[in-house]
C-alpha cells in the first residue's frame, strides 16, 4: 500500500525549491501542489513502501499503510529519524507498543566510499567473477570449476 500525506501537518518545506519528500523518492512520485503547498503521492500504484518519504519529512506528515501481513489492520508502524538513528514505534492492534532503535550510518554523510575501499576494475565480464573478488572474500584468487 502506498505512502499517503496527512495534509493538517504538511506545510510543503515551507516553501523550499524542492521538498524533502521530492527529494528523496527514488520514484519520484512525491510532488507539490503549489496552489496548497501540500505534498501528494502522484502515483500511488508504483510506490514500494520504501519510507523514504517518512522518514525523511521533518513534520512527520507522510504514512504508509503497510500490507496486511506486516500491518494488520489497526495496527501502525511508524519510524522517526534523529540525526543518527531511527525510532521504530510498532503499535499493535490490541493497543501494544513496541520501540526499536536503529543507528542509520556509521560513517560520516558524503564519506562513504562506493566501492568499500576495494579495486572496482574488472576486465573480463565475461567471467563468473564479481566486482571486488577475490580480495573482498580475503582470497589470493576465485577458484571456479574448470
Ligand atoms: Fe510536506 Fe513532509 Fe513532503 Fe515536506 S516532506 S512537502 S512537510 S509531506
Ligand atoms: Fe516514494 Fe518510497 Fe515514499 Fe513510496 S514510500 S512515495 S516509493 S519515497
Given at each position: ?20 519528500c ?123 570449476l574448470?
Amino acid at each position: 500500500m502506498p505512502s499517503f500525506v496527512i495534509t493538517e501537518k504538511c506545510d510543503g518545506c515551507k516553501a523550499l525549491d524542492k521538498t524533502a519528500c521530492q527529494y528523496v523518492c527514488p520514484n519520484d512520485l512525491m510532488v507539490l501542489n503549489k496552489d496548497s503547498m501540500k505534498a501528494y503521492n502522484q502515483e500511488p500504484e508504483m510506490c514500494w513502501e520504501c519510507y523514504s518519504c517518512v522518514k525523511i519529512c521533518p513534520v512527520q506528515a507522510i504514512e504508509v499503510r503497510g500490507y496486511a501481513d506486516f500491518v494488520p489492520m489497526g495496527a501502525t508502524v511508524t519510524p522517526m529519524r534523529s540525526t543518527d538513528a531511527i525510532m521504530w514505534t510498532v503499535k499493535f492492534r490490541n493497543g501494544m507498543l513496541k520501540r526499536f532503535k536503529f543507528p542509520i550510518r556509521t560513517t560520516e554523510e558524503g564519506k562513504a566510499v562506493p566501492s568499500g575501499g576495494y579495486a572496482t576494475a574488472h576486465d573480463n565480464l565475461n567471467d563468473c567473477i564479481l566486482a571486488q573478488e577475490p580480495e573482498a572474500l580475503k582470497l589470493d584468487k576465485m577458484y571456479t570449476l574448470k
